[in-house]
């Protein structure tokens, strides 16, 4: 997260009475300072009331919005910049959808928090900030910055809570929340989610569906069969996730050791035991259950599984059978980086750098800002 304080951007001034920002805006009130945005490059002490321009109070009053919760002049700021831009949530909303598209996250939070700022009583928004910090804690997620994904992570539920609390319920909300909460691997409250999105959905109309609507409720019994079937809000389960993700493998181990015991068919259960064995380091062993995670039912659809089989298979010593894997893990998901990283480190193995350094530029044609492949390719060019 950027550590600089937003708000040392903006300075306070005084406006001469008869001040308007424009012809539809209303009279602003000369005892109120007014937030302004300060112009790159502006030394202290130079700001000249004639350059004031209208974009630098409608810029000083977001960042306000977005960054002082506790400014007592908040509702007077969302006065000013809505008479005075009729559009502008509109206008914030696109702007901050596209920057997301784009990974731009940094600019795409400041517009987010500043849209928050403006409307915070806005469920569609509330619902919005919370995917936007669910798609970034995936995004460092995916790039081995743990601490900041788990902060993000953290972000996300706090939004997601906030949008499910409110009496107008959002069916879409619950839906993407119950993802959220699969993630997590918390499959009760998955599963509670998806119970009160198909709740919702029952009476739904044909032209109420929205876009997808019908394949989304397909999706959500889906995965409401699947938690059932496989005993997934077992308690145990979670624990264990809980245990072994916050880095105390051996008791998490002991738990899905337990739930595997009672329930040996369910490959997630496998999966995560091969996952924690994996983390201490005990590669044979990881490898082994990984292999049995693939043999059940729906552990052969997933990408993570034949990567970590990978993983395990590479370090002891199995070149060809972490090939196969990890083919496999590209056939289900081209664009996983992880994979082709992985193919990368492969190439390495087997002492063909040229291979190796193909397979770092193509995650890098694909997201130019992964940390791993850029370090390995630094890396090869110093080594020659």
Request: aromatic share 10%; with cysteine.
């Amino acid at each position: 997260m950027n550590p600089a304080n937003p708000l040392d951007s903006v300075y306070f001034i005084k406006l001469p009475e008869g001040f308007k920002l424009s012809s539809r805006a209303m009279q602003l009130d000369p005892d109120i300072l007014l937030p302004v945005q300060k112009k790159d490059g502006e030394a202290a002490g130079t700001f000249d009331m004639k350059e004031l321009t209208q974009e630098q109070v409608l810029s000083g009053i977001l960042t306000v919005l977005a960054y002082d919760k506790q400014n007592a002049n908040l509702d007077y700021y969302r006065r000013i910049l809505t008479e005075a831009r009729p559009g502008i949530k509109k206008e914030l909303a696109e702007a901050a959808i596209l920057k997301t598209k784009n990974e731009d996250w940094e600019l795409a939070e400041e517009i987010w928090l500043a849209l928050y700022g403006l409307d915070p009583a806005d469920k569609a928004i509330i619902l919005n900030m919370a995917l936007f910090y669910d798609q970034r804690a995936d995004n460092y997620r995916k790039n081995a910055l743990y601490d900041d994904a788990d902060a993000y992570d953290s972000s996300a539920e706090e939004f997601y809570r906030d949008v499910l609390d409110s009496d107008d319920e959002i069916p879409d909300a619950f839906f993407n929340t119950g993802f959220f909460y699969l993630k997590k691997h918390n499959f009760s409250e998955a599963k509670a989610c998806f119970d009160s999105y198909l709740a919702l959905m029952a009476d739904a109309k044909d032209e109420d569906l929205g876009n997808n609507g019908e394949e989304k409720i397909k999706q959500a019994q889906e995965i409401l069969d699947k938690i059932k079937n496989r005993k997934l809000e077992n308690e145990r389960f979670h624990k264990a996730y809980e245990l072994i993700s916050t880095g105390r493998e051996s008791e998490g181990l002991v738990e899905i050791r337990r739930f595997i015991q009672d329930n040996p068919a369910v490959w997630n259960a496998w999966f995560l035991l091969g996952w924690g064995l994996r983390r201490l380091e005990q590669f044979a062993e990881a490898k082994m259950a990984f292999e049995k995670a693939r043999e059940c039912e729906g552990g052969d659809e997933n990408a993570d599984t034949y990567n970590e089989l990978a993983i395990c298979q590479m370090e002891t010593g199995d070149l060809g059978g972490a090939q196969e894997s990890l083919i496999d893990a590209l056939n289900l998901d081209p664009d996983n980086t992880k994979v082709i990283s992985n193919l990368g480190f492969l190439s390495l193995k087997r002492g063909d750098t040229e291979e190796a350094r193909k397979y770092f530029m193509t995650v890098l044609e694909i997201d130019p800002k992964d940390p791993v492949a850029a370090a390995e390719l630094k890396k090869m060019e110093t080594e020659v």
